[in-house]
């Protein structure tokens, strides 16, 4: 009983022990300017939450980071079966996905700016640039790794054409690969926020709030707090999305994977 | 129902980097309904190759395989195959993956269909359980239902029960033989075991190593249920293995 209390809570320890450490080393640093103190910054948090800075901020990021996201998946699963499943597809595609996969999200906001100006969409199309690669390229090994001998099953049982093998065979096996990639597309989108919001889209969003005001006001306890929050919040997408999506999607791989 | 198979003058050759490969030579054979039908040889002689062809999965470089006079091209469901990897779908549970090809075929009682064939397998309890909850016999024996379960008229099966420990081999020719005389069907059955072949098969074709041709043909006259020490079956292996080890001896002198 005691020893599964133990395993349950020690995730606990390191956290802690870097929160005294932090807050040991600013207080002999005593310098807020260059590392304000933890105790500090969860003070400063909850007077932003009493401002009622977080509500609004979140939902924009939120919102930014769905445009994004959403985009990024009607556009990069399609892709990555076409790709994954005909060859001739992949051979005039792969160059050009290789040369723009590499460009950081952060590069095409002039671009972007140029194109739709300063809209939610402009963010929007930061946050797909980063998701995107991620999940065509998870759909794409998934399409393309699916067994042989799966395929001749499927011909054998009726499937006689492209379309029928992709739905009833080659999607089902790589749903678990797709839903890796739109984790890992999460991520990066995520990480995308601040940079899409930090050149003024709108008037709120924890990226444009970091940046444009906390950052201006030299306000660094507010920067950690909301350095901290979209941690948190990422962490929470996480789990929502291994909760709701992934645990029933590799429910039947239990035997392959562990 | 079922119906008449013949391969006249088959001959596949595949190019590999560039330099031709030739994995069949000549194959003539003729395959009556109902027929139970082994087929035998060395490793890598062709025999695989050989189900693909009639399976429709590959085309012959040259020759012709018709059944009941119309030439095959492309898979069927009129010709079902049991694969000698597990090849269930691994997202769908047992009755689900016996289903899949009445559901690709548009068939309203499905259900109905997969649960009668799955209680002929002996599996009707796991219907819910998942491929990676399942041994490799009842692997195999879901793979036989699903593939008879489109109602075709020839099952070609690629050594379905190579992977399996011996005594769950014994268990599932029977069962294999049980369903045989009850659907009434052809089977084509490859096999590297001599043993299964003489306690299966209504014939033998043994083929020689790579390029395989068919170097003889055996009729097992014994009437079944079969003993696997019936002094018939004991002569006719000695037979085969002498033929199959000159063929050994010819691969391992090359």
Avoid at chain 1, 160 to 180: F, G, H, N, V, W
Avoid at chain 2, 100 to 117: C, D, Q, S, T, V
Wanted: proline share 5%; net charge positive.
């Amino acid at each position: 009983m005691m020893g599964k209390m133990r395993k349950k809570w020690v995730w606990l320890i390191p956290l802690i022990i870097a929160i005294i450490l932090w807050e040991v080393i600013a207080i002999i640093i005593n310098d807020p300017s260059l590392l304000p103190r933890f105790s500090m910054v969860i003070i400063s948090f909850y007077e932003l939450a009493i401002k009622g800075y977080l509500h609004p901020d979140i939902s924009m990021s939120l919102y930014h980071f769905g445009i994004g996201l959403l985009a990024a998946f009607c556009v990069g699963v399609p892709l990555g079966i076409l790709m994954g499943w005909f060859k001739k597809i992949f051979i005039l595609l792969d160059p050009v996905v290789e040369l723009i996969r590499p460009i950081p999200p952060l590069a095409w906001i002039p671009l972007i700016i140029a194109w739709i100006g300063l809209t939610h969409h402009a963010a929007g199309f930061i946050i797909f640039i980063g998701a995107l690669f991620p999940i065509m390229i998870s759909t794409y090994t998934g399409i393309k790794d699916t067994p042989k001998v799966l395929i001749d099953t499927g011909k054998v049982l009726g499937c006689t054409t492209d379309l029928k093998m992709i739905r009833y065979i080659a999607l089902p096996y790589s749903l678990p690969s797709i839903a890796t990639g739109t984790k890992m597309g999460m991520g990066v989108g995520w990480m995308c926020v601040v940079a899409a919001e930090m050149f003024g889209v709108s008037e709120s969003g924890l990226g444009y709030r970091l940046f444009s005001e906390f950052y201006q006001w030299n306000q660094l306890d507010y920067v950690i707090a909301y350095m901290l929050l979209i941690g948190i919040i990422a962490l929470i997408l996480d789990r929502l999305f291994r909760y709701f999506v992934e645990d029933k999607l590799f429910k039947w791989k239990k035997g392959i994977v562990k | 129902m079922s119906r008449y198979l013949v391969l006249d003058k088959v001959t596949k050759i595949y190019d590999s980097n560039n330099e031709k490969v030739h994995s069949l030579i000549d194959i003539s054979l003729e395959v009556e309904p109902n027929e139970f039908l082994c087929v035998i040889g060395p490793s890598g002689c062709g025999k695989t190759t050989l189900l693909r062809l009639i399976a429709g999965l590959d085309t012959p470089t040259t020759g012709k395989i018709m059944l009941d006079g119309m030439n095959i091209d492309g898979p069927s469901p009129e010709r079902g195959m049991v694969f000698q990897e597990f090849s269930l779908f691994p997202w769908r549970n047992v009755l689900k993956n016996v289903e899949f090809g009445l559901e690709i075929l548009g068939f309203e009682n499905k259900r109905e269909i997969a649960e009668h064939y799955l209680s002929l397998v002996g599996l009707n309890k796991v219907k819910n359980k998942y491929p990676y909850e399942l041994s490799g016999g009842m692997k195999q024996r879901v793979a036989i239902a699903r593939s008879i379960a489109t109602n075709p008229s020839i099952l070609l099966m690629d050594e379905p029960f190579g992977s399996l420990d011996a005594q769950t081999r014994n268990i599932i020719q029977d069962e294999l033989l049980k369903i045989w005389e009850i659907e009434k069907k052809t089977v084509i059955f490859v096999t590297h075991s001599v043993d299964e072949a003489l306690y299966l098969a209504d014939r033998i074709i043994i083929m020689s190593r790579s390029p395989g041709r068919i170097i003889e043909e055996i009729k097992v006259d014994v009437k079944r249920p079969r003993e696997r020490t019936d002094p018939t079956i004991v002569k006719e292996r000695y037979r085969i293995l002498k033929l199959l080890g000159v063929e050994i001896k010819k691969i391992a002198n090359v």
